[in-house]
């Protein structure tokens, strides 16, 4: 059971990039999916999160408008597709999963169980 997040790498401002998380071992139906990120020296960060039962979606907003979070039927994949890209999106991303559950914010860390191992996106002229 595991994560595995892709697609990171360097762009320049104003640039997209498309991160990829395949699930392997269990089926994303009925979880919250979620990515964060952590640049160098400060805490992980909430970025965005998809809950399959009702394909709702949040985003932070300091990337409202810019990165969509989404997830393929057909595959054990979910993505987070980032547009306008600024030097401070620079960070390791992260994709996270967790079972539905009640009570549950899916903003916080803590709230997710199964983590992907980061993928660095940089942003930079």
């Known amino acids: 059971v595991q994560l595995q997040a892709s697609g990171g790498g360097r762009v320049q401002p104003g640039g997209s990039l498309r991160l990829s998380c395949t699930a392997s071992g269990f089926t994303l139906d009925y979880h919250a999916l979620g990515w964060f990120r952590q640049a160098p020296g400060q805490e992980r960060e909430w970025v965005s999160y998809f809950t399959v039962s009702n394909r709702y979606t949040a985003s932070a907003d300091s990337v409202k408008g810019r990165f969509t979070i989404s997830r393929d039927n057909a595959d054990e994949r979910f993505y987070l597709t980032m547009n306008r890209l600024r030097p401070g999106d620079t960070a390791v991303y992260y994709c996270?999963?967790?079972?539905?559950?009640?009570?549950?914010?899916?903003?916080?860390?803590?709230?997710?169980?199964?983590w992907g191992q980061g993928t660095l996106v940089t942003v930079s002229s």
């Open positions: 996270a999963a967790t079972m539905e559950g009640i009570g549950l914010d899916y903003r916080s860390p803590s709230d997710y169980d199964m």
